[in-house]
């Protein structure tokens, strides 16, 4: 076959598998498509809808894997007390959800970070930036490169959290999904 035609075939086999990742996880559709909105903004160089996308799909997925691990009947309602934080965290891996997935790269002590509380909490990377995005505080993605005078934002501010949030909720949801197949066909 001519190399041309493999690479293009090459290609379309691997961006196939980009778009249907998240469905292949076992999330459930009440979840699975907060990943998938989020990656086809994140293709499309939306990186707010990108990041809130993805961290909207973090939090739903802990949320209704909870209320699963919780009770066996279909989850018809979430607890809104129990949303992203470091308590549910906590509650979660104390469940045995693999929540160490949510980690970042270079985040030290994630579990102790779970473990702290006020009037010296310490959040994890994503419960800080889940907090930070979804509140509209998006000061420390800035840019002073030109100096005081001249601060900027935009949203390509914020590319490389996005790229970020994807690779960690991609770790996520495969970690999860194993969770989930082993919960349901336990």
Not at 17 to 34: R, S
Not at 48 to 70: D, K, Y
Not at 90 to 104: N, Q, R
Not at 153 to 161: A, H, N, V, Y
């Amino acid at each position: 076959m001519d190399e041309e035609i493999q690479e293009f075939i090459d290609l379309g086999r691997r961006e196939h598998e980009e778009i249907v990742f998240f469905v292949e996880q076992g999330l459930g559709a009440e979840v699975h498509w907060f990943f998938t909105q989020a990656f086809q903004a994140l293709k499309s160089e939306l990186y707010l809808p990108a990041c809130t996308g993805f961290l909207n799909g973090i939090e739903a997925s802990l949320r209704v894997t909870m209320s699963q691990v919780e009770s066996s009947a279909r989850v018809e309602a979430l607890d809104p007390v129990k949303t992203l934080s470091n308590r549910l965290l906590k509650s979660a891996h104390d469940a045995g959800i693999p929540v160490e997935a949510l980690a970042f790269p270079d985040e030290v002590n994630f579990l102790k970070k779970l473990e702290s509380k006020k009037p010296n909490q310490v959040n994890a990377e994503v419960v800080r930036i889940r907090h930070n995005l979804c509140h509209g505080n998006f000061l420390e993605y800035i840019n002073t490169e030109l100096g005081e005078d001249n601060v900027i934002f935009t949203p390509e501010c914020c590319r490389k959290l996005a790229h970020l949030l994807h690779r960690v909720s991609k770790e996520w949801a495969k970690e999860l999904g194993i969770f989930r197949r082993g919960l349901f066909n336990a």
